[in-house]
DNA sequence: CTGAAAGCGCTTACAG
DNA sequence: CTGAAAGCGCTTACAG
């Protein structure tokens, strides 16, 4: 591999003066920049980036972790249905981290499986901070991570610190809406297939419909709300059991399109039809939703504001070194409406 | 952050020795690496990645890529429906490398475009090797890689050099398989949603089914033959063009269960149903193949194998260097029976 | 505006 | 078995 010492000797400089070009150093004359490039060119030179990260004391890796359960590694997390959601945001984090000049790595196992043990081998790698998709509260890595200030965002999560902030979406306004479109619908009995009590997503969706439904003057029948892991056969077992038991109601919201394809399937087995029978609605967008028979009416998050959002906070906390870190972000999401829900009314 | 030197001084020991313990040198007795050990326990000690990358000139980093057009990055193909089977390939990848201390690293955009741009961009972080995820054969940066001799592992691709190995299904014997299942069950008209000409196991699913019909006594019928891109709606559309014309056919065969999805939907908008009317196969076996209505009879494929056996593969050809690369690998697919199929036999 | 020198935190011959 | 020294390839004060 070429280095900088080549490049220098070739161009008849130092090689200080070849790190000032490559670094855009402004006390560089243009007589000089122009040969050093002519000789970077010539030779095709690349800097080393492991020297430079050595030096500077700082990668341009971002780490990427979806941690839950300890031990649990981030592509495992990806290949369950539930998680399917946070790819697209992915996709959107990798975009805007590449296109400010960021790689992703993904996380490695820890010699030391203590907290700090964790962030100890962040810090060897040098990383420039860290995204955490939908962390638990009560990880004790979060609060590891937050003492020693590594900038670091979390996605569908609420944690701020010196050094951190969140982006999510707004869940409660997101049920809210997808109840008033089944109460405009005339539906006035609806089940609910909620996601576990330990998830804030899970929650404030299920705090929405309850806002809604007491905005219109309606009860929530506690004996219709189940709840269920987001994995589409947890769902597809709730709503299983839900049916057996009655189906005096007139619709179902699902905390996520996974959860409701999991629903379609039990309804199905029960000989109920969507939506002749049973209007269902449900939360993501996910491709998949628009592929179910019927297509499903959802709420639609928006992955791009998300994902990019994250990496700018992120960036802007590592490069703007010593300021607050920018405020959390609360996304707005958009009611689709498909071919699940129908109208009731007379 | 704890350096060598403070361990080094605290054991009473040289910076040297320190290392030698941390690296596991057999040159070392007992109560010095005692006294070392302990050092490294008080202090909280973790060698810095980045030194040692930098002397050791190779870091414990495992490129991943997945391209196919340039400048697609490696997320925004996963946010497909037609990649999704790929993420449960990258969640044992993952498990595999980071149970053997590796980590891995999402590209980047280098600063020079060119194949060449490409493969110093790689070499410049010093990844260890690299694993490519189904990259189309005429892809620069593929002779690039081999040229470099960068100890590369295909997945889904034969592509072979003197550090490059592949790893992939064995989708000519898959496609025989479920063409007999089908055949078993009486069906002697069926039709085909192909993958792309230009994917290579789109090609072999095809020539399986081909040789099995072949060897059957019954010739294809090549107007039921139709190409299709691997996304769900492009499939949806192929195969409403197709039902359209005609359905006198018995049985559809889709290159993937994604695809087999976007079928199913045309068929349901066909007034057909699935089994009685006309029976559905596909190949991969995601999650969502067991949540449709009705479940679909798959070739489930390996995933584990397929993503375990690419590291290792890789590991081999980065630690035992020098030697031949190990032979591909060809992964034996698994025929999952479910409701999509029925016997049409008196 | 440019260069000589020090240093980032390790590992690895080279001696002993 | 252990240490002193060199060096990995950069960047960054410090001079000039």
Redesign the pocket.
Known sequence: ????????RRA????????????G?????????ERVLAAINELG????????N????RSRMIALNFFAAEDELTFAKFGRTSKYFYLDVLKYIEQEAVSAGYDLLMPFRPRDKSPEGYIRSLQ?RRVAGSIMLVPSPQDPRIQALLRAELPTVFIGSMIQGSAATYVKSDNIDSARQITEHLLALGHKRMAFLAGPVTSLSGMERMLGCHQALAQAGIALDTDLVCQSGWEMEESYKAASQLLDKRHDFTAVIAASDVMAIGALRALNEHGLHVPEDISLASFDGIDFSEYTIPPLTTMWQDRESIGRGAVQCLISMVEGKGQEPPSPLLVPTRLVVRKSTRSILP
């Open positions: 591999m070429v280095t900088s010492e080549q490049v220098a008849g400089v130092s090689q200080a003066t070849v790190s000032r070009v490559i670094n150093s402004k006390y560089i004359s243009a007589e000089v920049r030179y690349e800097p080393d980036m492991v020297a430079r050595l030096v500077q004391r060897t």
